[in-house]
């Protein structure tokens, strides 16, 4: 499956997002999506992820309650709802599919990656 992340952009502190993952192929539903992000001088980290027809939703602490993952498996599309920026949400955000369905924190677990979306938060 290819990838590709798009909906980034440059806002103020407070504002919102939908960042979009467009998935080609016919498999989308057969696997877990993610997203990751990646922050200036840091290591990429785990924001959330989605189990195959929507549910099994987990996300990291630092983005708990003002994110939501979703997905349209008939339009092989999943998002991401960014609300309340922060400045430290700023960096690049990457879709991701995995077939594992374990350790789904980890990088390494996913399979396909997208290129990646430009989120940038002023203060």
């Known amino acids: 499956v290819q990838l590709q992340a798009s909906g980034g952009g440059l806002l103020q502190a407070g504002g919102s997002l939908r960042l979009s993952c467009a998935a080609s192929?016919?498999?989308?539903?057969?696997?877990?999506m993610g997203w990751f992000r990646q922050a200036p001088g840091k290591e990429r980290e785990f924001v959330a992820r989605?189990?195959?027809?929507?549910?099994?939703?987990f996300y990291a602490d630092s983005v708990k309650g003002r994110f939501t993952i979703s997905r349209d498996n008939a339009k092989n599309i999943m998002y991401l709802q960014v609300n309340s920026l922060k400045p430290e949400d700023t960096g690049v955000y990457y879709c991701?599919?995995?077939?594992?369905?374990?350790?789904?924190?980890?990088?390494?677990?996913?399979?396909?990656w997208g290129q990646g979306t430009q989120v940038t938060v002023s203060s």
């Open positions: 989605i189990f195959y027809s929507g549910g099994g939703t």
């Open positions: 991701a599919a995995s077939r594992k369905l374990t350790n789904l924190r980890d990088q390494g677990s996913y399979d396909y």
């Open positions: 192929g016919r498999s989308f539903s057969t696997y877990v």
